[in-house]
């Protein structure tokens, strides 16, 4: 079936620190691909998401680019805050869900930790 | 109030009582779910459903029972349940189907049975 992997955490990093997360999926079809983030204490907001291969999902200074040859969604940050420290989950919604995106399969998340 | 709301935030419950969790989506979506995340593994989706209609359970234990009254509104009945099934149970809405929206989530009820 269908299933997300991605890099265990936890993940420390200093302020400023270029950040990747690598996820990898493997699905049938073209599913859509997303990265939700978890602070805590709180639920799942949406962080980005690619509906197709070659699209770049971007936000806040995040960006994943959709890779089918390779079939992944890496997260990277070119600079990350200490207000990045969260958990990030990689997550795909397949076709055969008849198109809704709410039917997701996740990743096991990354706990992300920045230091000043 | 906006967006997707969970009561209550925090339950504790022992394992003859019987409660409900609910959720509330003031986003005008058509499909609402609840997912599972315990420690140390993947979110699991237990329901789907599409215009208050049940479409997916996935193989979840009937001491968990969903009720969806309209499209606004989801609840999560609970009893008997069981120690290991402690855990922050989430509630996500979307608009369904193709050419749908990306899931909103709420924030959570942290249940822990005892």
């Known amino acids: 079936g269908d299933s997300v992997t991605q890099m265990e955490g936890p993940v420390t990093l200093s302020e400023e620190a270029f950040l990747t997360i690598n996820c990898t999926y493997t699905a049938t079809g073209y599913p859509s691909l997303f990265w939700y983030v978890q602070y805590p204490g709180e639920g799942l907001q949406l962080l980005l998401k690619a509906t197709k291969a070659d699209d770049k999902g971007s936000n806040k200074g995040f960006e994943a680019t959709y890779r089918k040859e390779t079939t992944s969604f890496h997260l990277e940050k070119g600079s990350v805050q200490v207000s990045d420290s969260a958990v990030y989950f990689c997550?795909?919604?397949?076709?055969?869900?008849?198109?809704?995106?709410?039917?997701?399969?996740f990743g096991k998340g990354t706990k992300l930790s920045v230091k000043p | 109030e906006t967006g997707v709301t969970q009561t209550p935030r925090h339950l504790v419950m022992g394992m003859t009582n019987k409660k409900s969790l609910k959720c509330e989506q003031h986003l005008g979506h058509n499909a609402m779910y609840w997912y599972k995340q315990s420690a140390k593994k993947p979110l699991e989706l237990m329901f789907v459903y599409n215009f208050k209609e049940q479409t997916e359970n996935n193989s979840v234990p009937s001491r968990f029972s969903p009720e969806c009254p309209n499209s606004s509104h989801l609840f999560l009945h609970l009893h008997t349940l069981q120690p290991e099934d402690s855990a922050l149970y989430l509630c996500?809405?979307?608009?369904?189907?193709?050419?749908?929206?990306?899931?909103?989530f709420g924030q959570g009820t942290r249940l822990t049975v005892v």
């Open positions: 997550a795909l919604s397949s076709p055969n869900y008849g198109g809704s995106q709410g039917n997701l399969i």
């Open positions: 996500a809405s979307s608009q369904g189907r193709q050419g749908g929206t990306e899931a909103f």
